[in-house]
């Protein structure tokens, strides 16, 4: 059975411009037309689809998308592949949490310190902020 491109988007669960956007990235084989000019998907595009949001809910950039789709369709590419991605992935996710920590142990004192009255040109959130940005 082959799918247009709204049909693929709402079995998906994602929007049009996202099929779209897949297509033009190469996430998405480029699919034959219709004389009528309509794209038709096959069936297994809907699988391919939801793979690469949830890849995407999972932190996986499209690059690694791509990366992933790639080892998922090679024979040769073995489970330690996509074991050494997901690694990786847990690092950058884990440096990320470790920096939004600091941003918000930061700003929690610094809302802390604010007395929430005044002038804002004394505000001592705006004061910081503006001192990081001049010895940047």
Not at 4 to 16: C, D, F, M, P
Not at 87 to 112: C, F, G, H, P, W
Request: glycine share 6%.
């Amino acid at each position: 059975m082959s799918l247009r491109s709204s049909t693929l988007a709402e079995r998906s669960g994602v929007n049009l411009q996202t099929i779209r956007y897949y297509e033009r990235e190469g996430l998405l084989p480029k699919p034959p037309r219709l004389k009528s000019g309509y794209r038709v998907f096959p069936e297994t595009a809907v699988q391919r689809v939801r793979f690469i949001k949830r890849a995407q809910e999972l932190g996986f950039q499209l690059s690694e998308v791509r990366e992933l789709l790639s080892i998922q369709i090679d024979p040769t590419k073995e489970c330690s592949d996509v074991q050494r991605l997901a690694k990786v992935k847990v690092e950058d996710i884990e440096a990320r949490i470790r920096t939004l920590q600091s941003m918000r142990r930061v700003l929690s004192n610094l809302a802390d310190a604010c007395p929430g009255c005044g002038p804002s040109s004394e505000c001592p959130i705006l004061e910081s902020i503006e001192a990081k940005e001049g010895s940047a």
